[in-house]
């Protein structure tokens, strides 16, 4: 596994919520919000940690690419009293570098949405 594989870098609130859009409500952490969130390499695996303004705890999730390029909730634990022990968590959470997930037994594979190649160009495009 390459090094770039396994960076973890910081990515925007709304980066991450095009992540979450895979869960099952979404990208609604209410009453929490995004108090930081991560990708590794090139988006194999994404986490946040959630704050809860109410409590003054955090929460951590993390999502996995899975071999059909579905993403798939792997872990949500918390409550942790600081953002470092939840940045700790998250991080083992990820599993950064591991293969993408399987797919769960009996399930098909999803279809891709855009098909790899040369795009057809447009017939009234001139070369």
């Known amino acids: 596994m390459s090094e770039e594989s396994r960076l973890v870098s910081s990515i925007s609130d709304r980066q991450f919520e095009l992540y979450a ?3 099952e409500r979404g990208p609604d952490f209410d009453p929490q919000h995004i108090f930081a969130a991560y990708k590794v390499g090139r988006g194999s695996a994404a986490g ?5 303004a109410d409590t003054g705890t955090f929460a951590t999730l993390a999502l996995r690419r899975r071999v059909d390029h579905v993403r798939v909730l792997v872990d949500q634990a918390g409550p942790f009293r600081t953002p470092e022990a939840a940045l700790h ?9 591991d293969a993408p997930e399987t797919l769960p037994p009996g399930a098909g ?13 447009h017939p009234s495009s001139s070369c």
């Open 109 to 121: 594979r999803r279809k891709l949405l855009i098909q790899p190649g040369r795009a057809a160009s």
């Open 21 to 23: 859009l895979s869960l």
């Open 89 to 97: 968590h998250r991080s083992a959470a990820m599993r950064g570098g």
């Open 48 to 52: 946040c940690i959630l704050l809860d």
